[in-house]
């Protein structure tokens, strides 16, 4: 049987075409992703892959805009509440799930498997929007008083996520021969202990030369709970 005839150029297959994309990426690595062969895996033609993407290039440049964009707009849509810490974890926890559930392309937004394969400046200004709901979350927790009122927004942010980024990575590539729910446990955990050297505990001056606080850690841990 023929390949089908080209499928309406819709969002849809143009989804499915990106999904298929980073599967293949994932499981067999970057010599499996060809145009002839995304075609053949997701059931379509060839003419249809080259009108949405153009060339394997395009195909690659739309799927690590899709990526930034399938994370940030998981992140964003974290519901604004009256605890702005609540808030930030929240965020934290939604950006693991965002990860995971794009693992088959999170190695093209944060690493090179591709050789020859640079993002563009516009693909990158893109991914770098992704960090500003952070940032706000953050500078959230300064303006409510939950973080000391020196914090810098964007330091703060920059730390929680490469930690963020850093366990979902471990997650994803299996380092630790852990269960799901410890991985789990443990992103939730180191989570909260890296917001404590943020947290506003009076006088801040006693905190950072004698430790942190019992009741500061408690914080920490309950708002996880």
Known sequence: MGVPAVKTHTAELRATLIDEAGRLLQAEGASAVTLRRLAQAAGTSTAAVYTLFGDKAGLLEQMYV?????????????????????D?????QSYRR????????YELMFGRPVPGFTPSGAARAFAERTF???????SRCVE??????????????????ALAHGLV????????????????R????AVAASTVAYLATPPPSRSRQ???????????RETTA
């Not at 930030?88 to 934290?92: I, N, P, Q």
């Not at 965002?98 to 392309?105: D, E, I, S």
């Open 66 to 86: 899709e990526g930034f964009q399938r994370l940030g707009r998981t992140v964003a849509a974290v519901p604004v509440t009256d605890s702005p810490l609540n």
């Open 88 to 92: 930030l974890f929240a965020m934290g």
């Open 98 to 105: 965002a990860a995971l559930r794009g693992r088959h392309l």
């Open 132 to 138: 500003q709901p952070l940032v706000d979350a953050v």
């Open 144 to 161: 409510a008083g939950d973080f000391d009122p020196g914090t810098k927004a964007e330091e703060a942010a920059y730390h929680l996520w």
């Open 169 to 184: 990575t471990l997650e994803i590539h299996r380092v630790l021969p852990l269960a799901n729910s410890e991985f789990g």
């Open 186 to 189: 443990r992103y939730a955990a």
């Open 210 to 220: 004698f430790g942190t606080p019992r009741r500061t850690r408690q914080r920490a």
